[in-house]
């Protein structure tokens, strides 16, 4: 993994993102121990040091280039898989308030594993879908900004990532190229509005930073019960 410092800070400095040694030392243990692990189960297809660096890591605090997130801020990483984008935005902002969320049991332990391995113990992980999960008083509205870069289309994850958060919160989807006019019906529907789309290439790319304000509360029934909003997206 020696390739991987040096192309993380490369594309960081080309980026104008703000780090230190210890953050950049952090995201090659973590960089290290993902590809150990990847050895025994299907965490990313991206293994190679400067891809993971780029397409990773890169690729998550580019989210700092575009939203403010003020300190102390709480925010939600839905489907975070390997750790994507919330974990890394954590090392590099280690001020926020940082929940992890899975429906997979063993990406949850591979998490929690890669927890104690950082040393960001202040990291919270959520085992389960966010149909259910979203129902919980202690998570329902509770989250100042809610991040996913799952490869599920905008209205659905409109759906599973809204009701986390605080009316006036916002919701930041990390997509590839993707239109947002099939998203109209959901954005009203969950009383939300996108307030920006920030499109920009990383690597040769088409990436995009959705940022999508809560208007107002969550309406009761929604999300409704899990696997419809895959099934009927709205």
Known sequence: MIEFAPALKEIL???KTDYTEDMIAKATDYACYLQKENQKMNLTAITAPKE???KHFADSLCLFNYVDLPEN????DVGSGAGFPG???????PDLKVTLLDASKKRCGFLERLKGELSVDDVEI?????EDLAREENLREQFD????RAVASLPVLLELCTPFLKPGGRFLALKGKEETDS???ALTLLNCDLVADHRYRLNGEDRAVLEIKKISPTPEKYPRRAGMPEKRPL
């Not at 801020?73 to 939600?76: D, F, N, P, W």
């Not at 974990?87 to 902002?93: D, G, N, P, W």
């Not at 900004?145 to 996913?148: E, K, L, R």
Request: net charge positive; aromatic share 10%.
């Open 73 to 76: 801020a709480a925010l939600l």
């Open 126 to 130: 959520l085992w389960g879908r966010s």
């Open 145 to 148: 900004f809610v991040t996913a």
């Open 183 to 185: 998203a109209a019906r």
């Open 13 to 15: 400095d080309e980026l």
């Open 87 to 93: 974990l890394v935005l954590r090392i590099f902002r």
């Open 52 to 54: 993971m660096a780029v």
